[in-house]
Nanobody
């Protein structure tokens, strides 16, 4: 199971760090991703990280502002979000997959419950 936390309300230009902790299975076997879904919109990819943490990919909309990382000893993946914008407002979901890095939800088969991020202007 995946448990995401760290969401909240922040002003534009601010920062938040999301965490996602897993229980069960071997965390280091999984590729981990962060997706987000704004009201009335489809779920979209934000960032992903490979099993070792040595390779990452980002959506163009967050590149340079968000950083994904992982601690395989703590079974946790993080999403550091800086320079937040109102358009970053969404429910953020972490996801785990067993394949290669993917920008598509179909590449992940375990999902957390989501954490709300709200950025005020």
């Amino acid at each position: 199971q995946l448990q995401a936390s760290g969401g909240g309300l922040v002003q534009a230009g601010g920062s938040l760090r999301l965490s996602c902790t897993t229980s069960g299975g071997t965390f280091s076997y999984y590729v981990m991703g962060w997706f987000r879904q704004a009201p009335g919109k489809e779920r979209e990819f934000a960032a992903a990280i490979n099993r070792s943490g040595g390779s990452t990919i980002y959506a163009d909309s967050v590149k340079g502002r968000f950083t994904i990382s992982r601690d395989n000893y703590k079974n946790t993946v993080y999403l550091q979000m800086n320079s937040l914008k109102p358009e970053d407002t969404a429910v953020y979901y972490c996801a785990a997959g067993r394949s290669t890095l993917s920008r598509w939800p179909e590449g992940y088969n375990n999902w957390g419950q989501g954490t709300q991020v709200t950025v005020s202007s």
